[in-house]
């Protein structure tokens, strides 16, 4: 579904103009071009006040389909919002964090760096796991052969340059690398 179907959704929705006090930032797979059937559009926030996010979340969203709300009971308690515009789910994430800080934005930066180092070849191979039912940070790690936790991995991998992640693509005998 890449293309303009989730970019005619992500308009229809209002979300960016809707949540524009909270710095959204659009992440996840559609812009990476990973997505696969029953991929949403993720929506990062800095939402330092959760009561204030959570009323502009139910003010602008709680009338679309599937709307459901929930807040993280962990760390600076996030609250996330799903809802569907035009048959396409969204997720709507807000922290106290700054985006940038948010591991779900460093999680993304790094992928799309290294689809852009890998190629085709890299993009192929995480979407033959994808389309195997790994999650994105999952499907990642096992192409790149990475030890552990996933989501710690990728984080990890965020905190090279992109020689580092060069050498880490060819050192894993990653397609692309």
Same mark, same amino acid.
């Given at each position: 579904m890449t293309g303009p179907d989730w970019r005619a959704a992500l308009e229809a929705s209002g979300v960016l103009t809707r949540l524009a006090r909270f710095d959204p930032h659009v992440a996840g797979t559609f812009p990476l071009g990973l997505d696969v059937p029953g991929s949403d559009i993720d929506v990062l926030c800095h939402a330092p006040d959760a009561e204030a @996010?959570?009323?502009?979340?139910?003010?602008? @969203?709680?009338? @679309?389909?599937?709307f459901a709300m929930w807040q993280w009971q962990k760390a600076d308690r996030p609250v996330i919002a799903a809802f569907s515009v035009a048959g396409v789910p969204f997720e709507v994430f807000g922290q106290a964090l700054p985006v940038e800080r948010q591991h779900g934005w460093r999680h993304f930066a790094v992928e799309a760096r290294l689809l852009r180092l890998g190629g085709a070849g890299l993009r192929e191979a995480v979407m033959?796991?994808?389309?195997? %039912?790994? !999650?994105?940070?999952p499907a990642f790690a096992e192409v790149l052969g990475l030890e552990g936790d996933a989501y710690q991995?990728?984080?990890?991998? %965020?905190? !090279?340059?992109?020689?580092?992640?060069?050498?880490?693509?060819?050192?894993r005998g990653s397609p692309g690398g």
């Open positions: @996010f959570a009323a502009a979340l139910w003010e602008a @969203f709680g009338h @679309f389909a599937h033959a796991a994808r389309r195997a %039912g790994a !999650k994105t940070e991995a990728m984080l990890d991998l %965020g905190e !090279k340059n992109d020689t580092g992640l060069v050498e880490v693509l060819k050192r």
